[in-house]
């Protein structure tokens, strides 16, 4: 890869360079060649190709190594040149286990961390979010380093693009947002519907390129990367080219273009060899030899990976996590967890005041620690004061976010894949819908699918759960379950003050991202400090007893401790158990408690159907050894599948009581 400084003749590429990019677009086009052929011979499944997007790849002629580059699924010519070879181009089609992706993600969705180029995920446009977020780490650690976001022309559509537009000239950051514009989504022409047919792009930030055209993509990609490192903040480099094939391998797109539209279909591969002939740098038998090695070279290459081995199913689960400490529930797990994690001292006051000594602490021992939120910047410091007088210690490390919660989780991917440790609050759980895109799709899968290589440490926190008069539908939801059912996240629903700052504090330090959800009920209801220190991971029991085990979290703790009393006065005494963690599960206190009392009840505000309390009760009676110490069904006490009414009186009439505790109690030991 060239250095940027070096000198550069007016036609764009470099004189010394021509030849060789050439090559290299050759190369591209007999790897899209071969993937087809090995696809029809039944050794992959999936194929997209980049015939037609090759002279993108000038831009690496002027990228530093240290430049991060967030990638298209047509970006394979860019990523030859970033150094991810034939071969393990190769095993990304055939989904090899010595694949950047041990053959966990599609064909195409390349990812190459040794040329500092990120994982692909399939949603289009999600990577646009996190792309500003790694901008935005660089800016902060006042580094020389562009991020090159790359993204076809339907996708900018997507909302997410628009926010990550927004964001990044908001804060002046370097990215280079790289447009490929074939002019269709599939098979729906997009020359009307784009943001750049519509005027919706700013024109003093916008370059439009012919992007078929290596010399003119050079020159172009030359005077945006100059301006963006000079300090002048994001730039959309717009490149108008053909695809040359079809969408991917399951289209056929001579269904939806005519043969003379098809003819008339520019190639950058003849555009640029017939230059270097006319040139003189190359003559045409020079243009049959290269590519008639490559053909064969490439065969070679595609033939050896296809004798190698696919991925061993059994390691299928590695990486869900980080191997330290472990996330299985066993007994060994819970025990390393107890061991690595550390107490949650006493400290009574509101769990309020908890969390903004954690992130107090955080940010003093933690110099790569960024807060970012709605409203959280002084003098207001958040809705609930979670962060108010943080804002002289933090200093740019404490920020307002815009009112985009997919900004926040998406910038937040950005800064942990870059090294950062960014916390980050949504006002209320209720409003993480606009950033389920970016928790589903590059939050919880980015350590999995990339084999460790890139890894997400995010802590989330939220206000969660009713209890709270007046709250209704949108300020009142316990959906636990929607987060607790996505591989690759830790939750966490502590109760008191104490479990709520050892959770955070052992969160900053996790190699994984975690979820916080702090009940409102209680997070404002002051307490004395706790008789003594307990771990910070793991289930806690609250209370012993023998003839019932009840299990519950979050607001549930004061309805179950609240039965125990009355129960207690009838000679039933409780077991009762905070899971606090839903993920990692402390499989095993519960169990040892049921096998105990050989009696289950399970205590949530969520609704009944599909929601963790039920999936606990299906765990649970899933091995032999609870299922045969139980001496009555389990019980499920929990808000039935309806919403969180606005009034008083219908909020009560949904949500489980103590007495509905009580009743379930009395019903496993009738």
Not at 50 to 58: R, V, Y
Not at 368 to 381: A, N, R
Not at 500 to 524: G, I, N, Q, Y
Not at 608 to 618: K, P, Q, V
Request: glycine letters at 8%; hydrophobic letters at 45%.
């Amino acid at each position: 890869m060239t250095n940027r400084k070096k000198e550069t003749g007016p036609s764009g590429i470099p004189a010394d360079r021509r030849a060789d990019f050439l090559e290299l677009m050759l190369l591209s086009r007999e790897c899209d060649r071969r993937s087809g052929i090995v696809l029809r011979q039944g050794e992959a499944w999936f194929h997209i190709s980049s015939a037609g997007h090759e002279a993108l790849a000038a831009l690496c002629e002027l990228l530093e190594p240290e430049d991060l580059i967030v990638p298209h699924y047509r970006d394979r010519t860019l990523l030859l040149a970033r150094g991810m070879d034939p071969e393990a181009q190769a095993r990304d089609l055939m989904a090899k286990a010595a694949s950047h992706s041990g053959g966990r993600n599609m064909s195409a969705h390349f990812g190459h961390r040794a040329g500092n180029v990120f994982s692909v995920a399939s949603p289009t446009g999600s990577q646009c979010l996190p792309a500003v977020g790694a901008a935005w780490a660089a800016q902060l650690r006042h580094r020389d380093q562009i991020v090159v976001c790359s993204i076809g022309d339907a996708s900018t559509r997507q909302g997410e693009f628009f926010e990550a537009v927004a964001f990044a000239v908001e804060r002046g950051l370097p990215v280079l947002f790289l447009v490929s514009d074939n002019g269709y989504g599939i098979s729906t022409p997009t020359a009307d519907m784009s943001p750049r047919a519509l005027g919706l792009l700013p024109s003093d930030r916008t370059t439009v390129v012919d992007g078929a055209d290596p010399d003119a993509v050079h020159a172009a990609g030359r005077a945006a990367l100059d301006a963006i490192r000079g300090g002048q903040g994001p730039h959309v480099l717009w490149c108008e080219l053909d695809r040359l094939d079809p969408h991917t391998s399951s289209d056929d797109h001579r269904v939806y273009r005519s043969p003379e539209d098809l003819a008339a279909l520019r190639d950058p591969v003849d555009i640029f060899g017939a230059r270097l002939v006319e040139e003189g740098v190359v003559d045409e038998a020079w243009i049959e030899r290269t590519a008639a090695r490559h053909a064969v070279d490439v065969e070679a290459v595609y033939a050896r990976v296809a004798a190698e081995p696919a991925a061993d199913p059994k390691t299928v689960m590695d990486h869900l996590f980080a191997p330290e400490p472990a996330v299985t529930g066993s007994t060994e797990a819970c025990a390393t967890q107890a061991d690595a994690a550390p107490l949650a001292e006493p400290c009574g006051g509101t769990m309020v005041s908890a969390v903004n000594r954690a992130l107090a602490t955080g940010l003093a021992r933690h110099p790569e620690l960024v807060l970012f939120g709605e409203d959280i910047d002084d003098p207001k410091g958040g809705v609930f004061g979670f962060t108010k007088g943080l804002g002289e210690a933090a200093g740019e490390r404490m920020t307002n976010a815009p009112l985009a919660e997919a900004t926040i989780v998406g910038a937040a991917v950005g800064l942990a894949a870059a090294g950062m440790r960014p916390v980050v609050e949504l006002q209320f759980v209720d409003f993480a819908g606009p950033a389920w895109n970016q928790i589903a799709a590059q939050l919880t899968t980015l350590r999995w699918r990339s084999l460790s290589a890139w890894q997400c440490p995010v802590v989330l926190y939220a206000p969660w759960g009713g209890y709270l008069p007046g709250g209704g539908i949108w300020h009142s939801q316990s959906n636990e379950s929607l987060f607790t059912h996505l591989p690759g996240l830790r939750v966490v629903v502590p109760s008191t003050p104490e479990d709520t700052e050892a959770a955070f504090l052992e969160s900053f330090t996790a190699p994984d991202p975690t979820l916080v959800l702090l009940p409102k009920h209680l997070m404002r209801r002051r307490r004395e400090p706790a008789a003594r220190p307990a771990p910070a991971l793991g289930a806690r029991t609250l209370r012993g007893g023998t003839d019932v085990t009840v299990v519950t979290w979050g607001n549930g703790t004061e309805l179950a401790l609240d039965a125990a009393d009355a129960l207690a006065a009838d000679g039933v005494t409780a077991d009762v158990i905070d899971l606090r963690w839903l993920v990692p599960l402390d499989r095993e206190t519960v169990a040892a408690s049921v096998r105990r009392t050989g009696r289950l009840v399970v205590v949530q505000e969520d609704n009944r159907t599909s929601s963790f309390g039920a999936g606990l009760i299906t765990e649970l009676l899933s091995r032999d050894d609870e299922f045969y110490s139980l001496l009555a069904p389990p019980r499920l006490v929990t808000r039935e599948d309806v919403h969180v009414p606005f009034h008083p009186d219908l909020e009560r009439a949904v949500l489980p009581a103590a007495d509905d505790v009580v009743a379930a109690v009395r019903s496993v030991l009738a």
